[in-house]
């Protein structure tokens, strides 16, 4: 999961296998399909609450910039190369380019979210495992809900 936050260097830094690298560059204008209310109005720290659910969810998680909507309502998304990005916002609207199927997907994370009575970051855990067994650094393999836990 990227954090977008002074990433670990050296033999702690690693990019998981399928993780979305940040983009250098804003997006190419193109032409923005906008589904309202897709998820509740958020405050800016129940956004960031959000952001990082969305990322334990998919490694296509990143921050995208495109001309057309205003970073300072957010700018969290699920980006395919192939298929297109879909945002969410703290309006809780969703803009989408490309594939519809990719808004549908992000939607779902952010009723499945608003369902759990939206976790807050301090909700979760990481779970982690030797990837190699020459490899000294454990990584996350996997982020779970303390509720989870409670029960597992």
């Known amino acids: 999961m990227s954090s977008d936050f ?16 940040a983009l250098p560059e804003p997006l190419p204008a193109q032409k923005l399909t906008t589904r309202k209310n897709i998820g509740p109005a958020l405050e800016p720290d129940a956004y960031y609450d959000l952001w990082f659910h969305l990322a334990c969810q998919s490694r296509r998680t990143i921050r995208a910039y495109i001309d057309g909507l205003n970073p300072a309502l957010g700018m969290a998304c699920l980006h395919d190369a192939k298929h297109g990005t879909a945002w969410i ?13 990719l ?14 009575d939206q976790p ?13 067994a ?3 650094v454990f990584h996350p393999a996997g982020w779970r809900l303390w509720e989870d836990h409670a029960e597992g």
């Open 120 to 132: 807050a970051i301090s909700d979760h855990y990481a779970v982690f495992e030797r990837i190699d």
């Open 103 to 116: 808004a549908d997907e992000l939607a779902t994370h952010v009723q499945t979210w608003a369902n759990l």
């Open 134 to 136: 020459d490899d000294p």
């Open 6 to 21: 002074m990433s670990a260097t050296g033999p702690l830094y690693a990019w998981p296998e399928a993780q979305i690298q």
């Open 89 to 101: 916002q703290r309006t809780g609207d969703a803009h989408y380019i490309g594939t519809p199927a």
